[in-house]
């Protein structure tokens, strides 16, 4: 999205830049798992716990709990997909599974 900052015609403008697909929070980290060819699991935690973690590590409170609220509302109804990229860089998005074959070596 470095174009919105470098050319005009971007001023005020608010984009919302997804991937090509709506996974679950599994299914990254079993592509990430799967590409190097090592172990990696998704643990679930109890949301007090989660939210314990995230405002010690962002400071937000309000903010965690925004989150914790749109992560659970992930797991009843998908994550939308947009067509920012394509719209913003002329091109199509690249999946995860593109994402990680690029950065395989920081997954080992």
């Not at 007090?48 to 989150?67: H, I, K, P, S």
């Not at 109804?77 to 394509?86: A, D, F, M, S, Y």
């Not at 913003?88 to 395989?104: A, C, I, Q, S, T």
Request: charged share 30%; hydrophobic share 35%; glycine share 10%.
């Amino acid at each position: 999205m470095g174009r919105a900052l470098t050319e005009d015609g971007h001023e005020g403008a608010r984009y919302v830049v997804t991937g090509p697909e709506s996974l679950s929070h599994t299914e990254p980290a079993g592509i990430i798992g799967e590409e190097p060819g090592v172990a990696v699991r998704w643990e679930e935690l109890p949301p007090e716990t989660a939210r314990e973690r995230l405002t010690a590590a962002w400071g937000n409170a309000a903010f965690v709990d925004a989150r914790l609220r749109a992560w659970e509302s992930f797991t009843r109804e998908p994550e939308r997909v947009t067509g920012t990229v394509r719209e913003v860089l002329g091109r199509p998005p690249r999946d995860v599974r593109e994402w990680v074959r690029d950065h395989v070596a920081d997954f080992r």
